[in-house]
């Protein structure tokens, strides 16, 4: 349970995190894992995020670069094409909204927010796949959601030998942690990173032991939306596992997760509102 008040520092907008917030998924990509969340249009694009901000989404999330294992490889101009394309058909509907880039690019970290006004970079890397991405963000002064990976992702799935898969997630987090702390990056949130680098067994012990990253003192993102922990242990495909990824939800808030990755934001914001009532019962 959440002991204290959550706050992140985004554009100069406070964002209270007391209350856990959904982001929202949006894949400009032609590869992303679930083809739901294929947003490669402008009318697809608007569509999609009318939809979240009428649904309750706090946070928009665009990404540009599919990392699944075995998602094409694209140039940084390409990368920077598709986010570029699809921030302008956002922020021209929705100039006030609170949008982060997915990308473990520091180039492209910086040019969303230079032209764009980005207000949050998340790296599924946490800093290893590009050595000046935390001097770039440390530069920019925007948020950071600082995730756990080894390797690429490609070569991800090879690197699961854990002696204590929470301890040694735990302190990688802790280390990238201090570090960003030093370079004065102050709004960070940690991500255990489910399903980079983790088995299905891997996943749900994070999961089942995630209330232990509260000690780092930092927001903690989840995001476990309709990924194979729950289609690979159901024996359904992505397409079949919104119910999964609400029950995954609802364990992630009751293990302290102050945000909510997710494909479906009306069904994340209710079972926030769920777990609110269950608290005041």
């Given at each position: 349970m959440r002991t204290n008040?959550?706050?992140l520092n985004l554009n100069g907008r406070l964002l209270d995190l007391s209350t856990p917030v959904v982001m929202g998924i949006v894949n400009v990509t032609p590869d992303s894992f679930f083809k739901g969340n294929r947003f490669m249009t402008e009318k697809t694009i608007l569509q999609r995020v009318e939809k979240m901000v009428l649904e309750g989404v706090g946070i928009i999330d665009i990404g540009g670069y599919s990392t699944r294992p075995t998602s094409e490889v694209i140039t940084q101009d390409e990368e920077i094409r598709r986010l570029s394309e699809g921030l302008e058909v956002i922020l021209?509907?929705?100039p006030d909204a609170l949008v982060s880039v997915d990308t473990f690019r520091s180039g492209v970290a910086r040019h969303v927010v230079e032209s764009y006004g980005v207000a949050m970079i998340n790296d599924v890397g946490g800093g290893t796949l590009d050595d000046m991405m935390f001097e770039t963000i440390a530069?920019?002064?925007?948020?950071?959601?600082?995730?756990h990976m080894r390797g690429t992702p490609n070569t991800m799935q090879t690197k699961v030998q854990y002696e204590d898969v929470v301890a040694e997630v735990l302190h990688f987090l802790e280390k990238r942690l201090a570090q960003l702390h030093l370079l004065g990056v102050t709004d960070v949130v940690i991500d255990p990173g489910f399903g980079f680098a983790k088995t299905l067994e891997q996943n749900y012990t994070l999961l089942n032991k995630l209330s232990?990253?509260?000690?780092?003192n930092?927001?903690?993102?989840?995001?476990?939306?309709?990924?194979s922990m729950l289609t690979a242990l159901l024996g359904i495909d992505a397409t079949e596992a919104l119910n999964a990824t609400t029950a995954a939800n609802m364990l992630a808030l009751l293990g302290g997760a102050s945000v909510l990755r997710v494909h479906d934001v009306k069904e994340a914001v209710q079972t926030i509102s769920?777990?609110?009532?269950?608290?005041?019962?």
């Open positions: 008040s959550l706050q021209k509907k929705y530069d920019l002064q925007v948020a950071y959601v600082l995730m232990f990253f509260q000690q780092l930092v927001p903690v993102l989840a995001g476990v939306s309709r990924k769920i777990y609110k009532k269950y608290l005041d019962a």
